[in-house]
């Protein structure tokens, strides 16, 4: 098992993210209202709209307009050579596309090289964890976002999960590779790639009858939804490492968010809505996020496909009881009921009374107080967890998609 490699952890870490930004949702009408203040912000002031009906008026129109000229295929074709940041766009798109991406790729001021340097540092220290967090805790989380988990079920990518995680992976590796927003890294393509994915899905899922079916809004993906998902990422990883007590020094913690900010800003978000500090996050999570978790039939069958995923890999570490009892232990009995995830006494027994004191031993502050045997299954556990969607995180193009999921 030692045999994982930093660039292994990296990929599985991008993989796992990645899943976290599958799902999103919730009646739109039991939303409390916005009060979160612009002022906390990284751009410091903004309008003030209430996000939920703000969407991406940049690139839905002209994404629109590409699915109605039937410009998809060939979008889709040119764009498979562009894959590096600092790479030129080919040649041959129209151009309004070419205008709208010259535009979205650029970085914006407020980009923080050293930060960026401080976060790759935490990305590969912490790449275990960080698989861990973002498969079960943001992963799992997003099937209990009902506007999310019924987007993605009711899209094109929904009828073939794997290969949609695949894609959504993408995001989640590049963000934590060592070069992701360098010249050569990728994350700026995929975040400009994928804005334009989420526009083509404004577009087409409200033409979907099984969507109209079951939603209860006009438009998904709302830069309120946005955020909700985002914080399912971040936010939810923070919290989780703050609660087990893993020692991380602040400029790494700021590092990281500020990481994912400019992921945010890459993804269309408007700067307004994007918090500046964790403090900000966190009451921004707690006003968007925590409110609107909920089971919906979609999320339960997403939720299956994930728990499903590990025993391919692996029929015993990471068989689907011992990933429920994990997801268990990271989201609380409330979700795992929404889930419709069993109760694994031994597991879940041995995860309450011994994860905590494992991580602490990990860390090298406290001795384990556990059998020897606990303690290198739970060291075995977090690097197959690890590994679980490495198979997966081969090159892919992320594609704009021209219908919805058939049935
Ligand atoms: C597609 C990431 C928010 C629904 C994608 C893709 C990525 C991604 C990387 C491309 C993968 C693919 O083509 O399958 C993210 C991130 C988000 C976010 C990082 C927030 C920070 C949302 C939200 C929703 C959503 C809020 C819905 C409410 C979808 C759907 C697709 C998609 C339906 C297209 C799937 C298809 O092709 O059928 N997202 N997403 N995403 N995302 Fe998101």
Redesign the pocket.
Known sequence: MDKLNRRNVLRAGGALG?IG?LS??TPAQARPLWTWSARGSVAGTGAGLDPRWVWDEEADPLVASLLDRGDVPKVNELLRTWTKNSQPLPDGLPTDLRDFMEHARRMPSWADQEKLATAVEFNEKRGLYLGVLYGLASGMMSTVIP??AR??YY????ADMKD?IS??A??GYDIGSRNAYEPDGEMIV?CVK?RL??AA?RHL?PQSQYWQGAADEEI??SQA??M???HS?PTTVMQKLTAWEVPIPDAESEAFLHSWQL??HM?GIKDEYIPASWSEANSQAKQVLDPILAPTPEGIKLADILLSLGAEVDGGILSKPILGSFTRFMLGDEIAGWLQIPREPLWDTLLNTFWGPFILAREGLLPFPGAKETYWLFEEFIRQAALIYLSEARPIS??I?QTNRPS
């Open positions: 990645a930004a999103l949702a506007k999310e987007a993605v899209s094109q990518g929904g949609r894609k959504t993408k995001l995929t994928t994915v989420h899905v899922l998904p993906i939804d946005m909700v998902t985002w990422l992921g945010a993804l992320i594609e998609p």
